[in-house]
């Protein structure tokens, strides 16, 4: 079942990729806001960059003099990049598509950007294109929850770190067990909940991985913002199919687009469905390479 859920992940955000969804949205900029983003922040970077999918600023976290140089890696669905910067690492650009196709694109928008000493990397979460040892920060926005294999993220993420070098992730956890019904949800899946472990698991599976000083902590922010970009997007998803009984997946063929079939919208009703704040959080996760 993980390779039709990392497929449904893929489609999804893919839909959101080629929309329009940026910072000139205002439910955009609301979900961005409410998870730690300021308007300073939100301002300085390329609107585009925001597509709402944001669980969390890491940003303040990493402090950076202005002197050091230091190689972040940072993981986002479906791509990630690292880089050696002088200036910040990034705003909130979380999920997107990336190939061969968008490399003029992202070039030219790196040097809009100012940043001279970034890469793109093409990978998966938990297979990286970096050497052991090789990266002072890792960082990481509302990604991990989509992975089907947390401990070989985590592996993975500790063998690219040097020792004593730094994790620094927003992410969704769990405070306590879903109901089955919406453990089962693809949407919920697709939409950051279904696939998040419990704050305890989060934590011992980074001591089991080499890491120390870890700490995941509840920022307290309130998961129903993600419904304040309902109908704002220009695309659709692909169209749903039924697969193994009750659970849902898209499409290969995609459907026409309309505001209402897109990862928000979709995600926007199942949050009318449940309250997904009493049994989900986003959290703040701190971790050293031992």
């Known amino acids: 079942m993980s390779e039709k859920l990392v497929m449904a992940v893929r489609e999804k955000y893919a839909s959101v990729a080629v929309s329009e969804l940026s ?140 020792p004593g070098g730094r994790l620094a992730v927003s992410d969704i956890a769990l405070k306590k067990d879903l109901p089955p019904e919406l453990g089962a949800d693809v949407m919920a899946y697709v939409g950051c909940i279904a696939g998040a472990i419990p704050i305890d698991d989060y934590k011992q599976g980074l001591i089991d991985a080499g890491f120390s000083a870890v700490e995941v902590i509840d920022s307290g922010a309130d998961l129903n913002a993600y419904a304040k970009v309902e109908n704002q997007s220009g695309c659709c998803a692909p169209a749903m199919t039924q697969i193994g009984g009750s659970k849902l997946l898209p499409n290969i063929e995609p459907s026409c687009c309309a505001p209402s079939g ?23 996760v701190f971790a050293i390479r031992r």
């Open 23 to 162: 910072s000139k949205n205002e439910g955009v900029r609301v979900v961005a806001e409410a998870f730690g983003y300021s308007s300073d922040e939100l301002a300085s970077i390329p609107a585009e960059a925001n597509m709402g999918l944001s669980c969390g600023s890491r940003r303040r976290w990493l402090r950076f003099g202005p002197a050091k140089r230091s190689s972040i890696s940072d993981r986002a669905a479906g791509w990630m990049f690292s880089s050696r910067p002088r200036r910040s690492a990034r705003g909130p650009c979380d999920r997107d598509r990336y190939d061969a196709r968008d490399d003029r694109a992202r070039q030219a928008q790196r040097r809009k950007a100012g940043y001279a000493n970034v890469e793109f990397h093409l990978a998966t979460i938990d297979k990286l294109p970096l050497p052991d040892n090789s990266v002072d920060c890792v960082i990481s926005n509302c990604v991990i929850n989509l992975a089907p294999d947390k401990p070989a993220v985590f592996r993975e993420i500790a063998r690219v770190l040097k």
């Open 262 to 284: 897109d990862l928000h919208s979709e995600f926007a009703e199942l949050l009318k469905r449940y309250n997904v704040n009493e049994y989900a959080a986003s959290v703040k």
